[in-house]
């Protein structure tokens, strides 16, 4: 299986055409991914045949959540799942870097009433303690992890990865993430033993009005400063066809 991170229903007509048969979908990737729009959910479900992995994600930076933001995460959880979402990617932790098990096995009771998959995004890359809290995913009834193996990329993190696979590979399904493209993906599979892999494939697009004389939305360094990121369809059809 081929996941591809979009941002956009853009980028998931680029990865559909592309050859992809999954996506999680976000909005501002430049954060990490956060919750996408109902809009962009409807659009990719009436128009594509793609299974769609929504993120539940309301703001940058870390996964340890106030009450406030917890509400907030279950109201967007339901209206996401209501509106055809295939499942969701979410993930709680507490502040010594430990799953919160109670407010995740809410989400992954929320998202089953739906039929849906039950998704760990990278938060758990945050843990102390993995085998710790693949365990507990396991317990809870956690459908999949999305993992880089604990490090920055998941060709680094490829010792673990091949280490949960074996372990647990029977229990719960592993996503390999970051880092991954057309030129690393079979042999990072082939090492470890997944057969699911997570890629951006991400290329830059121009847009000439992000920066005026006095004011600019520019987020990208140079030399992007007026472009934004976007999936390219010529890379997922790469990275398809390399595996």
Known sequence: MIEICCGS?????????????RIELNSALYLGGLTPSIGSLRLIKANTGLKVISM?????????????ETEQMFADARILMENGSDGLAFGFLTLDGKLDSEKTGRMIELIHE?????VIHRAFDCVEDPYEAIEELI?????????????????????L??????????????LAGSGVNGDNARTLMEETG???????CRDWK???????????????????ENDY????EALVRKLVGSV
């Open 9 to 21: 229903y853009e980028d998931a007509l680029a990865a559909w055409n592309g050859g992809a048969g």
């Open 206 to 224: 121009g847009d000439a009005t992000t920066s005026g004389r006095w004011v600019n939305y520019c987020f990208a360094p140079a030399p992007h």
């Open 56 to 68: 539940v994600r309301p703001r940058g930076a870390g996964f340890c959540y106030t009450e406030a």
């Open 229 to 232: 990121d976007a999936v390219s």
């Open 139 to 159: 317990r809870l009834g956690a459908d999949r992890i999305l993992t880089s193996g604990l490090k920055e990329k998941a060709h680094q993190g490829a010792p």
């Open 161 to 174: 990865l091949k280490e949960l696979q074996k372990k647990y590979g029977n229990q719960i399904q592993l």
């Open 194 to 200: 997944l057969t699911q892999v997570h890629s951006s």
């Open 114 to 118: 739906f039929h849906g998959e039950a």
